[in-house]
T-cell receptor, first 110, second 114 residues
Framework: DAKTTQPPSMDCAEGRAANLPCNHSTISGNEYVYWYRQIHSQGPQYIIHGLKNNETNEMASLIITEDRKSSTLILPHATLRDTAVYYCIVRDNYGQNFVFGPGTRLSVLP | EAQVTQNPRYLITVTGKKLTVTCSQNMNHEYMSWYRQDPGLGLRQIYYSMNVEVTDKGDVPEGYKVSRKEKRNFPLILESPSPNQTSLYFC?????????????FGQGTRLTVV
């Protein structure tokens, strides 16, 4: 499985953009990058995913570098409710498993 | 509302007493799976099911059983629970196991085995 590396924690001021980086230097050509988040001990919540192009939805934007070795999740206007652990995941070749690493603990500060 | 429902949300049991954690999804998804989450170890897959009557082991299947008799339900069975199975469990479903599908997770079951 491709491995991802994320910073263990980040802070962001409320109302500012939160930019969460992820390195996935061994990603294969047909593997997607997914982002999930987990608030407290609730079930992981899907945010966004992409293959090559940048993606945007109502929750966030995903910027993938041209070489696909890294990506950034952007929460454009972070709120206190965005405080959570954010997981960057590269889906394995058979698509049967989401391999969750330790993620980034984002704290949105008032 | 599209959702994955797990029951119970909390359970305290004793070693050796068989238990079942239920999981149901209302999205007609083919693919379902179970994860456990432990501090420092992240989420690890226990079992998954590609479709009705098709199940397979994930990364940590020891001590667990599953069944998939109908598409919407995927119960997790602990025949003889032990304290090392104390964990937070999540059920997930997705339309297919393909690369371009998101997974929906249940709200979790916190199991304590004493």
């Amino acid at each position: 499985d491709a491995k991802t590396t994320q910073p263990p924690s980040m802070d962001c001021a409320e109302g500012r953009a939160a930019n969460l980086p992820c390195n996935h230097s061994t990603i294969s050509g047909n593997e997607y990058v997914y982002w999930y988040r987990q608030i407290h001990s609730q079930g992981p919540q899907y945010i966004i995913h992409g293959l090559k192009n940048n993606e945007t939805n109502e929750m966030a934007s995903l910027i993938i570098t041209e070489d696909r070795k890294s990506s950034t999740l952007i929460l454009p206007h972070a709120t206190l409710r965005d405080t959570a652990v954010y997981y960057c995941i590269v889906r394995d070749n058979y698509g049967q498993n989401f391999v969750f690493g330790p993620g980034t603990r984002l704290s949105v500060l008032p | 509302e599209a959702q994955v429902t797990q029951n119970p949300r909390y359970l305290i049991t004793v070693t050796g007493k068989k238990l079942t954690v239920t999981c149901s999804q209302n999205m007609n998804h083919e693919y379902m799976s179970w994860y456990r989450q432990d501090p420092g170890l992240g989420l690890r897959q226990i079992y998954y099911s590609m479709n009705v009557e098709v199940t397979d082991k994930g990364d940590v299947p020891e001590g667990y059983k599953v069944s998939r008799k109908e598409k919407r339900n995927f119960p997790l069975i602990l025949e003889s629970p032990s304290p090392n199975q104390t964990s937070l469990y999540f059920c997930a479903s997705s339309l297919s196991p393909g690369l371009d599908t998101e997974a929906f997770f249940g709200q979790g079951t916190r199991l304590t085995v004493v």
